[in-house]
C-alpha cells in the first residue's frame, strides 16, 4: 500500500465521510457540517489541549524558579553556555519546551485532510464526482448528497473569499480571513501567557503570537472559505475550552510589561 492509499485511509475517507454523514443530518448545510465536524474534533483532541496547557504553566513555574535565575545571572555572557544548561533544567523539572507547540503541529494534518476533504466533497464536473464517489463509503447513498450546497451566509465554501469577498470602496475585504487572524491571535495570547525574557521557550512563544496569525490568515485568504470557516470555528472552541477550564485571563492580552505590572500591583 503507498502513501496516497494510506493517507486516503486513515486521514481522508474517514473526514469525507464524515463530513457528509453530518451534512445530511443538518438539512445539507455545509457549512453547519464544518462547524459541528470541527468541534468534533476539538473534542476529540482535548487531551492534546490539556497537555498543552500543563507544559506552558511547567513552563512558567520553570521561569520562575530560583535556580533558573540563578543560571541566567551566572552565564549572562554565554549564549551557548546559557542554551545547554537550560536544556538540562528541563529535563531535570521534566520540562518540554516544544510541549506548547504540539497542538498545533498535531492540527497540520487535520488541516491538509480537511482542505482535501472540501475540496473533494464540493465536486460540480462529472469527473470531480467520479472522483468523490471513489472516497464515500458502499454503504452511503452518495445520488442522494451529490452534488453538496455550497453556499453558507456570503460565503462560496469552494471558492476562496478573494475571489467573492464584500467589496467596500472598491476593494475585497475578506472578512473571514480577518476573523481568522484575530482569532489566532486571540488564541495565542491567552494559551500562551506573558513569561521572563532571555530564554529560547519564551522567544519561541512570542514569534509564534506574532506569525501564526499572519500565517494562519494567509491560508484563509488563498484557500476555499470552508478551511477558513474551520480555523474560526477551532480557536472560537479553544478559547471557549480553555475558558471552562478556568484558564482565561485577559490580562495577557495586554503587552507584557504591563500585564506583569498589573499582577505585581496585586
Not at 467520479?130 to 469552494?158: G, K, V
Request: a positive charge; one cysteine or more.
Amino acid at each position: 500500500m503507498d502513501i496516497g492509499a494510506i493517507w486516503s485511509t486513515i486521514i481522508l475517507n474517514p473526514m469525507i465521510n464524515s463530513l457528509m454523514w453530518i451534512y445530511s443530518g443538518l438539512a445539507q448545510n455545509f457549512g453547519l457540517a464544518i462547524i459541528v465536524f470541527t468541534i468534533l474534533v476539538r473534542l476529540i483532541t482535548y487531551p492534546l489541549t490539556a497537555s498543552q496547557i500543563k507544559s506552558t504553566k511547567s513552563m512558567q513555574e520553570m521561569q520562575k524558579s530560583k535556580k533558573w535565575q540563578d543560571i541566567q545571572k551566572k552565564h549572562k555572557g554565554d549564549r551557548e553556555k546559557l542554551a545547554k544548561e537550560q536544556m538540562d533544567l528541563y529535563k531535570e523539572m521534566g520540562v518540554s519546551p516544544f510541549g506548547s507547540c504540539l497542538p498545533t503541529v498535531i492540527q497540520f494534518p487535520v488541516i491538509i485532510g480537511l482542505y482535501q476533504a472540501i475540496i473533494r466533497a464540493l465536486a460540480v464536473t462529472p469527473i470531480q464526482l467520479l472522483e468523490l464517489t471513489r472516497h464515500i463509503y458502499p454503504f452511503y447513498n452518495a445520488a442522494a448528497l451529490i452534488p453538496l450546497n455550497n453556499y453558507f451566509l456570503w460565503l462560496d465554501l469552494s471558492l476562496p473569499e478573494k475571489d467573492y469577498g464584500i467589496a467596500i470602496a472598491g476593494f475585497t475585504i475578506p472578512i473571514l480571513a480577518v476573523l481568522v487572524m484575530a482569532t489566532t491571535f486571540l488564541q495565542s495570547r491567552l494559551m500562551t501567557p506573558p513569561s521572563t525574557t532571555g530564554d529560547q521557550g519564551a522567544n519561541m512563544g512570542r514569534m509564534m503570537n506574532l506569525y501564526m496569525p499572519l500565517f494562519m490568515g494567509y491560508l484563509a485568504y488563498s484557500f476555499p472559505s470552508g478551511l477558513a470557516l474551520y480555523f474560526v470555528t477551532s480557536n472560537l472552541v479553544g478559547i471557549l475550552q480553555y475558558g471552562i477550564m478556568g484558564k482565561l485571563d485577559w490580562r495577557n492580552l495586554l503587552p507584557e510589561r504591563f500585564s506583569s505590572g498589573s499582577k505585581t500591583s496585586k
